[in-house]
């Protein structure tokens, strides 16, 4: 089985300070992981992802995600948080579970940019 | 390009009709995804279609739920005799595509910008 944890449910952080959600993976199988965000009456979209390649990601808006098998996190960062990045981000985790696919979606982290 | 889209945007309903809910991939992707995202519940995988095989039907909460995808391009989502809890956003997405091997897993989704559904 798999699953994926968002730490936290909501984060808050002003604007121009570092942002960090934190997600926690659990699979018996090499995940890809991906970052979605979702802001305010918008689709989903892709930050990033990471497909067994370089552990560091870097995404789209200066989001980037580093892979840690030692500890199973996949966490996501920003040096410097914007307005605009206020939204709901989820982390995901895929994998093939005997041939079949297995998609699993964090409970999502509320991001609040305070200015 | 044109991305994904689905019809309607919002559907209110009566508790006990049944909905149907459908979503055009991007020309050329093979595979096609449902989610549903309920209020504070996160996002939820509902079912995989890839190309011409059995779709993977794991996420499906109950039997009233079921999905097609004609032709390999639009999919319809139905749920029969609706409940109050089916009220959710309804995503629907695609990808490029390929076989069930490591490839797939590892392609970019690309999100439509949902149903909203309330039953009443």
């Known amino acids: 089985a798999q699953s994926v944890t968002q730490l936290d449910s909501h984060v808050s952080v002003s604007e121009g300070t570092p942002v960090l959600l934190r997600c926690n993976y659990s699979?018996?199988?090499?995940?890809?992981l991906f970052w979605y965000v979702q802001h305010p009456n918008k689709g989903l979209q892709l930050l990033l992802k990471?497909?067994?390649?370089?552990?560091l990601v870097k995404g789209i808006n200066g989001f980037e995600a580093e892979f840690k098998k030692s500890e199973t996190s996949f966490h996501l960062t920003k040096p410097s948080a914007h307005m605009s990045d206020a939204a709901e981000y989820f982390c995901?985790?895929?994998?093939?579970?005997?041939?079949?696919?297995?998609?699993?979606f964090g409970s999502g982290t509320r991001l609040q940019v305070q200015p | 390009g044109a991305g994904v889209s689905q019809s309607p945007s919002n559907k209110v309903t009566e508790k006990g009709k049944d909905v149907e809910l459908r979503c055009d991939p991007i020309?050329?992707?093979?595979?096609l995804y449902w989610y549903r995202q309920s209020l504070g519940q996160g996002l939820e995988f509902l079912i995989y279609?890839?190309?011409?095989?059995?779709?993977?039907k794991s996420g499906l909460p109950s039997d009233r739920f079921s999905a097609e995808r004609t032709g390999g391009s639009v999919s319809t989502l139905t749920i029969q005799r609706t409940q109050q809890e089916d009220s959710a956003v309804y995503l629907c997405?695609?990808?490029?595509?390929?076989?069930?091997?490591?490839?797939?897993?590892?392609?970019?989704?690309?999100f439509g910008p949902g149903t909203r559904l309330l039953v009443l």
């Open positions: 997405a695609s990808s490029l595509g390929g076989s069930r091997l490591a490839g797939a897993l590892q392609e970019t989704q690309y």
């Open positions: 699979s018996s199988y090499s995940p890809s």
């Open positions: 990471y497909t067994s390649a370089a552990t």
């Open positions: 995901v985790v895929s994998i093939m579970d005997t041939g079949r696919r297995a998609l699993t």
């Open positions: 020309s050329g992707h093979t595979a």
């Open positions: 279609f890839q190309g011409n095989s059995a779709p993977d």
